[in-house]
């Protein structure tokens, strides 16, 4: 039996050990030291363009901690809505009901198979008529490195003036129009878990527009301590401040990010070509000169009527052939926690959830072992 291929390994390039073994060496081990104020620079320095502004990032413990403090930091609360794309994992609208509020979703534009900017401002629309009020802020996702027709979104956005905290958990690197995601939205978030483009072991960053708020996102990262002698607190804060060891990684991770960003591009390529012919399986691409995705995961749907295999059976053969792949994201608005939350579809994500698969797309893999993916996926 062959070694299993995996969907989507971390790849350490090995200046990593010598961050780490630097914060050993100076005992920074905690959620302080040098590695994550140089870490918070590296990824600003990368993210920051003529189109962006200045920017200022915070290191966190998770996307989903970033996704938190940027929905704090909007003012969302108790009895507010958040409209959030359902096509994505689940992180985007737990931590609306961490504030007290409801998530309300929106389904996906068939192109970027992202938040739909026609059905976002039906929705902002309708929940105007039905509470009397505006949502709050509007989470959309650039879901599998894929950018979201974000210029659209945020015309929407601006005209009910309506704040955009900005997913961008699996895009780093990814670009609309030039410019990088995560930097549109008045925050953005990254993540760096174990399986993403890179990774910090577990890890995340909130992406600020502002010092100010750069700062008062690193106040409630950090138990919102008071400036004082002693340990005083005014407000409710939360840990989620990244280790000086988690920092180490994603210092050492910065030096093969384009490398990364290069070979799952290729990895795309590889199987766009190798699945042009087949009938019934359609590879996720570009919708136009505007999207640049990262291709952090290639994903495919599958027609039945046209494949004569299904995601499912395909998923079964690559598994018996000792390779991962994973069904795509079950809609939020799907999910036994969510079915009285609110819904504005075109039943587009549904049929993205029914049909579709990600291959697997990690650095290390070879040409020769996707040459071995695609010939089990077509292997009758």
Known sequence: MHERIRLSLAHMGGKELDFIQEAFDTNWVTSLGPNVTGFERDLENYLTSEKSGELYVVALNSGTSALHLGLLLLGVGAGDEVICQSFTFCASANVVGYLGARPVFVDSEARSWNMDPILLEEAIRDRLKKTGKLPKAIIPTHLYGMPADIQSILEVATRYEIPVLEDAAEAIGSEYLGQ??????????????????????????LICHSKEDAAKALYYATQARDEAPYYQHSQAGYNYRMSNICAGIGRGQMYVLEEHIERRRAIHAFYSEKLRECTGIRVMYNPDYRFQSNFWLTCIQVDPLLSQQTNLQIRKKLDAANIDSALLWKPMHLQPLFKEAPMYDNHLCDDLFSSGLCLPSGPMITDDLLNRIVETILHD
């Open 180 to 205: 990088k995601c995560g930097t549109f939205g008045r925050y953005g978030v990254l993540s760096f878990n174990g399986n993403k483009m890179i990774t910090t072991s577990a890890g995340g960053a």
